[in-house]
């Protein structure tokens, strides 16, 4: 098991930047596929960014491309996404999830690992 911990949300205005961070403790955290997850009010939690152990490979939602930018340091235990050109529809808590398994960041079984969520507000 790996535990989670994000950080740096908050409220922005629509255009606005924001950066999150996600330390992990416990497992060793290199060997563990990373990424961010959101839900909105009333909406599904949906896949928005992943990284794999080496920072060979990164996945995006079409929603966010160009946009976020995920980025790992495996010296400091953790994960970021740093959000750019934010918009209101990117208002949601954010969670941080790992998981050995690359496919349960797109699959319909859900990564094994999660945080508690950070809240993101986007103001228009």
């Known amino acids: 098991q790996v535990q989670l911990v994000e950080s740096g949300g908050g409220l922005v205005q629509a255009g606005g930047s924001l950066r999150l961070s996600c330390a992990a403790s416990?497992?060793?955290?290199?060997?563990?596929?990373k990424g961010w997850f959101r839900q909105a009010p009333g909406k599904e939690r949906e896949f928005v960014a992943a990284?794999?152990?080496?920072?060979?490979?990164?996945y995006y939602a079409d929603s966010v491309k160009g946009r976020f930018t995920i980025s790992r340091d495996n010296a400091k235990n953790t994960v970021y996404l740093q959000m750019n050109s934010l918009k209101p529809e990117d208002t949601a808590v954010y969670y941080c999830?790992?998981?050995?398994?690359?496919?349960?960041?797109?699959?319909?079984?859900?990564?094994?690992?999660w945080g508690q969520g950070t809240q993101v507000t986007v103001s228009s």
């Open positions: 990284i794999t152990y080496s920072s060979t490979s990164t």
């Open positions: 999830a790992a998981d050995t398994d690359r496919s349960r960041f797109m699959a319909t079984a859900p990564p094994r690992n």
């Open positions: 416990g497992r060793t955290f290199s060997s563990y596929v």
